[in-house]
């Protein structure tokens, strides 16, 4: 079946990176775009942006422009978000989601 | 970047009641190519959002006929009559017509 499968949660301090993982399986990576979602601890979702699986090309929301990179490794059907310079307001849970699938969600904790 | 303003912000219903929420969008959602790329997710506790209604009042596959979508333009709303216990937790509408892409704020259904 169609599976989203995301990396483990992670505890950074200010001012590190991290890269979370989302692995795709049970169909044809390259069909869909891939799309990444922010959702702060008690509140709403919030797009960040998405890559387009054929190109690799990213386009990301406003809000998600400095520090957040989107990237591929289409062997492997798995998408990559990773943040660097990490800052406090980066707590949160982020999804990925591809087509009408989602992943489980990854939450990170940036405290120091 | 398209605000959408989600009302009632919180909806408390006994079990069999309809309910409605209403999702209004700062510029229309009709796209180019004639198609309104509003969609309702349903995000429960502790879950990834999941997706209901697609292009304003498509039915996602296994979703029950108790959920109806209709609007168009600027304005358009969720229906669910008859809830159920399985219907409790976050409604959030979403339009993909208008890049960057956004989320309605969220409305809360729980029970009376």
């Known amino acids: 079946q169609i599976q989203l499968v995301q990396s483990g949660p992670e505890l950074k301090k200010p001012g590190e990176s991290l890269k979370i993982s989302c692995k795709a399986s049970?169909?044809?990576?390259?069909?869909?775009?891939m799309q990444w979602v922010k959702q702060a601890p008690g509140k709403g979702l919030q797009y960040m942006g998405w890559?387009?699986?054929?190109?690799?090309?990213?386009t990301y929301a406003d809000d998600f422009k400095e520090r957040f990179v989107f990237s591929l490794e289409t062997s492997a059907s798995t998408a990559y978000l990773q943040i660097n310079n990490l800052k406090n307001e980066d707590t949160a849970t982020y999804f990925c989601?591809?087509?009408?699938?989602w992943g489980q969600g990854v939450m990170v904790t940036v405290s120091s | 970047d398209v605000v959408l303003t989600q009302t009632p912000v919180s909806l408390s219903v006994t079990l069999g009641d309809q309910a409605s929420i209403s999702c209004r969008s700062s510029q229309s959602l009709e796209y180019s190519d004639g198609y309104t790329y509003l969609e309702w997710y349903l995000q429960k506790p502790g879950q990834s959002p999941q997706l209901l209604i697609y292009?304003?009042?498509n039915r996602f596959s296994g979703v029950p006929d108790r959920f109806i979508g209709s609007g168009s333009g600027t304005d358009f709303t969720l229906k669910i009559s008859r809830v159920e216990p399985e219907d409790l937790g976050v409604y959030y509408c979403?339009?993909?017509?208008?890049?960057?892409?956004?989320f309605g704020a969220g409305t809360k259904l729980e029970l009376k």
């Open positions: 989601s591809s087509y009408v699938y």
């Open positions: 049970g169909y044809t990576f390259t069909d869909y775009a």
């Open positions: 979403f339009q993909a017509t208008h890049d960057p892409y956004t």
């Open positions: 890559i387009n699986t054929q190109t690799g090309k990213p």
């Open positions: 292009e304003v009042s």
